[in-house]
């Protein structure tokens, strides 16, 4: 009995070596793939990289797509809350794909598939207004904190002061907002 469990052993960790493969590729090729900025590698973009100033054509389009599916998705997440009893905190943080410079506002090229960071940015901001009219009182943006801002290692990740500054922010709104009293 103990020979076939160690050999159950043995063919469980010769799958999981073959699995490994796969599990690298989706990881390495798929997941942030493409997006410029979200790779986890340190960006330092100027304003000069910054040139677009119109949203593709596809944008309108597709952005409605996305916000169908995700105003769905999300009422859905949001339900499975309630039923555990538990009351949902929505946060929508900012990224770096967009910049307002001499008072335009610009976006870096090529972000995604032919789409620049204003395409993402009207595509995050539609979803955003749905995660506030969902949430309500609960929704928190730092759409607009400069601060975290400053504390990207990428365009949408923040380093160890970033997350602390974002966990101060989401602190500061809770106690502005009454909620902490939810947590006694």
Do not use: W
Request: with cysteine; hydrophobic share 35%; aromatic share 10%.
């Amino acid at each position: 009995r103990d020979a076939s469990s160690i050999k159950g052993r043995i063919k469980g960790l010769h799958l999981t070596q073959k699995l490994l493969p796969v599990y690298h590729y989706f990881k390495d090729t798929i997941v942030n793939k493409g997006i410029v900025g979200a790779d986890h590698s340190q960006k330092n973009f100027t304003d000069n990289d910054f040139s677009i100033l119109k949203i593709h054509p596809d944008t309108l389009s597709k952005t409605a797509k996305t916000k169908a599916a995700f105003s769905l998705r999300f009422e859905k997440i949001l339900q499975h809350i309630n039923n555990m009893g538990a009351k949902p905190i929505c946060v929508a943080q900012p990224h770096d794909y967009v910049r307002f410079i001499n008072g335009e506002k610009r976006g870096l090229p090529g972000v995604f598939k032919g789409y620049s960071g204003l395409d993402l940015d009207y595509s995050l901001l539609g979803l955003q207004n749905i995660m506030e009219k969902m949430c309500g009182n609960a929704f928190i943006s730092l759409y607009h904190n400069e601060e975290i801002k400053r504390n990207f290692y990428d365009s949408v990740h923040t380093t160890d002061v970033g997350s602390q500054l974002i966990g101060k922010e989401i602190f500061k709104s809770l106690r502005e907002k009454k909620m902490l009293e939810t947590f006694k």
